[in-house]
């Protein structure tokens, strides 16, 4: 179990604890934000900065794949060599990149700066809570500060694809990024006063940089392959090589986890686990789902249907806010009826919904065709983000829960990134054939839209399908209740069990 070494001045007073929980909440909430705030602005990137159809997909992914390899590692790094400095440097990290990306003025700058930006979320968001769990020690100061946390947390995804577009509407696209700007130069300012430095006792190991190094490579590669099929063909010289050398990497990885690194960032015994495994599995494909459909939806209403950027935030907030309902409803639902079969149920809604996507024709109306499809998608996501973290954990030492979930939080962001560049691929595909036969611009792009949301829900079904191999649907489910009375009667084990789950899976926050 981790005991805070707190060095220096500890807050004692009440209004000093709560300036810890709403620095570390506003952190998180940028940090969620800025996954979805770019969506609604892609157009606009894509006419200023000159961006083909496909490397739009790469402001989204720069950020993700940055975000998803380096998550592990951030939090780590906090708990080895001091929580506040950690924070510190990721907060400085992500505002410099924000800015930068705000002044791009080519796409490669945009997207090397989002790629910064994600190395600073990958640092923000596992040490932001652990700053907040460490801080509030009483059982029920800290479920009060979990559930603000949770909710700014969790409201982040919605509120950018409006935020997004109310940017972009009233100002101009670089807005998404600059007003990282003054929140982060603010909590610059006022976080050294207020946060307690802490760290974990005991010998520093070595952190597993090479790891994290060589994954994010070799996905970045893998998905530079799968993006340039769009130009190139899958047999040419550039394709390979890029396919080849995300494989060689990703193996190098696999070797350093399994032979060389002290301590691995995944050490590979956990992977026996086969709940674990399908949770990942499901993790992946509801990351495709998520990021593909706030990417293409956002292209069509603007491209296709003609939205502005505001109408198009706006039209989107539906998706968003099932999601936070889904989420809340989650803890309880999967009490009643059993992680598994909620990992079922989950999925088949969110592709009931994009599967109705798919069917989107040029000309059609929101309210008949996306509203409620929207909705049906989001509410499905939500209630599956909580179950498919709980069942990865469950049964799993309390030492390695932090591992178990986070690593579900790094395969959902991988999926997303992987996933999305396969979509991507295949909507400029059927869109360029449909331009070939002859169809105007936006029978075309919603001929290839309407391919990736196909895919997309496909996908979805497919992790219901992983979801039947779990067969420790009951123990998940002993651990939703353990979890939610951990508050009221708080042992160190179970309190310390949750504390760790929950700051290595933000997705699971919002339970709370």
């Known amino acids: 179990m981790i005991s805070p070494r707190v060095a220096g001045r500890t807050p004692t007073l009440s209004s000093t604890r709560w300036a810890v929980l709403a620095i570390c909440a506003v952190a998180q909430f940028m940090v969620v934000l800025d996954v979805s705030i770019v969506n609604v602005a892609l157009p606009q990137m894509r006419h200023d900065l000159g961006l083909t159809i496909t490397s739009q997909q790469w402001v989204v992914n720069a950020y993700t794949l940055t975000f998803a390899g380096f998550l592990m590692l951030g939090g780590r790094a906090g708990d080895l060599f001091g929580r506040r400095r950690v924070f510190l440097a990721g907060l400085a990290l992500f505002t410099a990149a924000s800015l930068v990306g705000g002044l791009a003025q080519t796409g490669a700058w945009l997207i090397a700066a989002r790629a910064a930006q994600g190395l600073g979320g990958a640092v923000l968001a596992p040490t932001s809570l652990s700053l907040l769990t460490s801080t509030f020690t009483d059982p029920s100061e800290r479920r009060r500060a979990m559930g603000v946390w949770s909710a700014t947390a969790s409201s982040g995804a919605a509120a950018g694809v409006l ?3 109310i940017l972009t509407d009233l100002l101009d696209w670089r807005w998404v990024l600059f007003v990282n700007v003054p929140i982060g130069l603010l909590m610059l300012v006022t976080a050294p006063q207020v946060l307690p430095e802490s760290q974990a006792p005991g010998p520093r190991p070595r952190l597993d940089v090479e790891g994290a190094f060589t994954i994010t490579t070799g996905l970045a590669l893998f998905v530079y392959g799968i993006v340039s099929t769009d130009t190139h063909a899958w047999t040419s010289t550039q394709t390979v090589m890029a396919l080849a050398g995300g494989l060689a990497f990703l193996l190098a990885a696999l070797f350093i986890e399994a032979r060389v690194a002290p301590s691995p960032l995944v050490p590979l015994r956990v992977f026996r686990r086969r709940a674990l495994c399908a949770a990942n599995g499901i993790a992946m494909v509801v990351g495709a789902g998520l990021f593909g459909m706030y990417f293409f939806i956002s292209l069509y209403l603007q491209q296709v249907a003609g939205y502005s950027p505001l109408r198009t935030g ?3 907030v ?8 889904g989420a809340l409803l989650a803890p309880r639902l999967a009490g009643r009826i059993g992680a598994w079969r909620q990992l079922v149920l989950g999925p088949v809604l969110s592709a009931a919904g994009l599967l109705w996507m798919s069917l989107l024709s040029f000309g059609d109306g929101y309210w ?15 209630t599956t983000f909580v179950p498919m973290t709980l069942t990865a954990t469950a049964g799993v030492p309390a030492a390695e829960a932090g591992l ?8 959902r962001q991988i999926g997303g990134a992987v996933g999305l560049a396969v979509l991507a691929t295949l909507a400029a595909g059927s869109a360029r054939a449909g331009r070939a036969a002859g169809h105007s611009v936006e029978v075309a792009l919603t001929t290839g839209y309407d391919r990736a949301f196909l895919v997309a829900g496909l996908l979805m079904l497919a992790g219901a399908g992983l979801a039947l191999l779990i067969r420790s649907g009951a123990s998940a489910s002993a651990f939703t209740s353990t979890s939610t009375s951990a508050s009221a009667s708080a042992p160190p084990q179970t309190a310390e069990r949750e504390a760790t789950v929950l700051r290595s899976d933000p997705a699971l926050q919002v339970s709370k």
């Open 368 to 382: 008949a065709h996306m509203f409620v499809p929207l909705a049906l998608f989001g509410l499905g996501v939500g």
């Open 163 to 165: 935020a997004g577009g």
């Open 318 to 325: 539906p998706a968003g806010t099932m999601t936070l309902a």
């Open 314 to 316: 706006l039209a989107i």
């Open 404 to 411: 178990a979930s986070g690593l579900v939080n790094t395969t």
